[in-house]
């Protein structure tokens, strides 16, 4: 298996793959956020390696508040997953859902769940193409107080 749990060694690494999924955030932003995540004990991030570079990440935590759509608590939530484009279509995300469902089972966890933004189709056909099953759908309002 190609999956490694992420560590202080691969922040630079880890944080140049995230920008890519999250490039709105700075590099300094993410890179703070995977240190965070590198000493918590609720989360944890895991990288794939392929042709001797890191093509892909996955970060997950247990969240044991309400996750919508679920009905244990607590749950292994997927926060982000991402593979380089040229690697796609290979598996390996796949691979880091399947590596998500041990590591829920190893910590007697019995739900996985993820979410995407509605627009998202892409994520929305690999999370099915995984074996998630849709459970509901959301629309966030938000309104400004003067």
Excluded at 41 to 59: A, P, T
Excluded at 63 to 89: C, F, M, Q
């Amino acid at each position: 298996m190609n999956i490694i749990q992420a560590n202080i060694e691969h922040l630079e690494s880890w944080t140049k793959l995230a920008i890519m999924l999250f490039p709105d955030s700075t590099f300094e932003e993410e890179l703070k956020f995977h240190k965070e995540i590198v000493e918590s004990e609720k989360e944890v991030g895991f990288l794939y390696e392929k042709d001797d570079r890191l093509v892909g990440f996955m970060n997950i935590s247990i969240r044991s508040d309400y996750v919508n759509g679920t009905d244990t608590s607590p749950v292994v939530y997927i926060e982000a997953i991402y593979v380089l484009s040229e690697y796609r279509k290979y598996g390996i995300g796949r691979k880091f859902i399947e590596h998500a469902e041990q590591y829920a089972k190893q910590k007697g966890i019995t739900q996985l769940a993820s979410d995407c933004f509605i627009d998202n189709t892409i994520s929305e056909s690999f999370h099915k193409s995984c074996g998630f099953v849709e459970k509901e759908r959301v629309i966030c309002f938000v309104k400004n107080v003067e």
